[in-house]
């Protein structure tokens, strides 16, 4: 399912971001709303960028104005617009113009594909991402002796899936000056062999250590990979996202191609520290078009469950140590203190128990008992049952990703032991307590696919229909906590509720269209539906 779609497709869905806004007729298929009072309905109007009337056919049509756009959805099912609340633009982008490992099924796949892109491209650094070994055969990691024979003498630098390690090759060692005896940075490891030497892999904080060696992305590739994210992902349905760990300069290269139209998604950016100096100084502000928005700031308090990063409350059931601190507590604490001033929001990166359990305590610290910040706790993963009813007493939201669990529950058991699994991927246990749970992808560490999630949030099961005991089914949610999860929860957690997240009269026009009934169809079926309409702000933005 991954990498389907045709730099054409891609183009022709830019272009369609350019159709001039006006009245549209939505009708022929099963519209959900999000509204409980009234869950279904005929058909939704739209004039210019607002949803006019929602409801029965005949009274729309008695509404619409002459020429009006008809669009007979022909049994395909309409939903709220679906948005990602949880991704990182540039990274999808990217994805798509360099080498994409998320494939790789096994360290000699790895290396087989390695060495294919080496012969393709055989001067400079090479780059790539979305590698994971949890379910390889090997059980290991890969190491800079598979890239050394893939590429010999090359500089090869590439990214684990989660994007909390690195596997560098020995060039890209030697010209990064790191050795035996280099000192791992706070926050970061440099994992080593029985000899005492690198194995080549870089763990959180110490992946800086090869950062100089692979050039950064100029401006032009940058503007290319974001306007591609940008039709990729309204080809797939999606209407918005929140765009997490934003760069200064790639807000600037957002701003300039909504301005031109050739970006036509909702995007509520999340800065890295590194880009937040206007936040921090104005607080959330808008562009001109409306799209591009920015809300906050994004930290990070622990690295990744499979990397063994993330901070846990005992130690880790098939390793020693208790996991990364990435973040120093002065320094989040002064960060925090400045986002609240200007009521700028905090998005913080929590993962393991003692991670949530910091974050949970460093956001009453800063916020001083304040429940309507709408800060924000990026993928809650595991969370220790004394700290779960605390998102909803503390008005945090739970920015989850379904797709994470479907994956991770390969290695989780191993990782965290039978005693506290139960703590992790609690989507319904999240929701039973109150909070609001906005769902995501983290793409693109996972696919970016709102099947997927919606998929995996209803049925808990891998790809292929696999699951056990060990993935706690009981935490799947019904359909309608999904759509839920995927619609109103982000705009919630962006402040946008008033105006998006459900199809009612007033709202911003934004609607997804899929092929086949996400509510109804059976769990496997979920993942052969095609997005085939997406609309944002009144304007047809993908059609198929």
Known sequence: MRRTFALAALLAAASLGRATAGDLLIHGGPIHTGVAAAPTAEA????????????????????????????????????????????????????????????????????????????????????????????????????????????????????????????????????????????????????????????????????????????????????????????????????????????????AILRSLAAEKRFSLRVDNYMDPSGAAEVL???????????????????YMDGALGSRGAALLEPYSDAEGLGLQLTPHDKGLALMRAAKAVKAQVAMHAIGDRGNRMALDWFAEALGGDTTA?????????????????????????SMQPSHAIGDLYFAPARLGPARLHEGYRWKDMLDSGAVVAAGSDAPVEVGDPRIEFYAAVYRHSLTGFANADWHLEEAVSRAQALRMLTWGPAYAAFAEQDRGTLEAGKKADLTAFSRDLMTVAPAEILTAQAVLTVVDGKVVSEK
Request: charged share 25%; proline share 6%; no cysteine.
């Open 374 to 398: 709408r800060w924000r706790i990026e993928h809650a993963q595991i969370v220790a049952d004394p700290d779960l009813p605390r998102f909803a007493k503390q008005g945090i939201v739970a």
């Open 281 to 299: 100084a104005k607080g959330p502000t808008a562009d001109p078009t409306g799209l591009i928005r920015v809300r906050g700031v994004k930290l």
């Open 44 to 251: 939704v109007l739209v004039r210019d960028d607002r949803i006019l009337f929602v409801g029965d056919l005949a009274a729309a049509r008695a509404k619409a104005a002459k020429g009006v756009r008809d669009i007979d959805l022909k049994g395909a099912a309409a939903f709220p617009g679906f948005v990602d609340a949880h991704a990182h633009l540039t990274g999808i982008g990217l994805r798509e113009l360099t080498l994409n490992l998320d494939q790789a099924d096994s360290v000699e796949s790895l290396v087989a594909a390695v060495k294919a892109y080496a012969a393709a491209h055989p001067d400079g650094p090479i780059f790539g991402r979305g590698w994971i070994e949890t379910h390889w055969p090997e059980k290991r990691f890969p190491s800079r002796a598979d890239l050394d024979r893939a590429a010999p003498g090359r500089v090869v630098v590439l990214e684990r899936a989660d994007g909390h390690a690195v596997v560098a090759s020995s060039a890209a060692l030697a010209k990064a000056g790191v050795t035996r005896d280099t000192a791992a940075p706070a926050g970061g490891q440099i994992l080593k062999g029985e000899d005492g030497a690198p194995t080549g892999m870089l763990i959180d904080h110490a992946q800086s250590l090869v950062a100089g060696v692979i050039p950064p992305p100029t401006e032009a590739v940058k503007r290319l990979a974001l306007e591609k994210a940008g039709a990729l992902y309204a080809s797939r349905g999606w209407t918005g996202l929140g765009n997490m760990s934003v760069e200064a300069p790639d807000l």
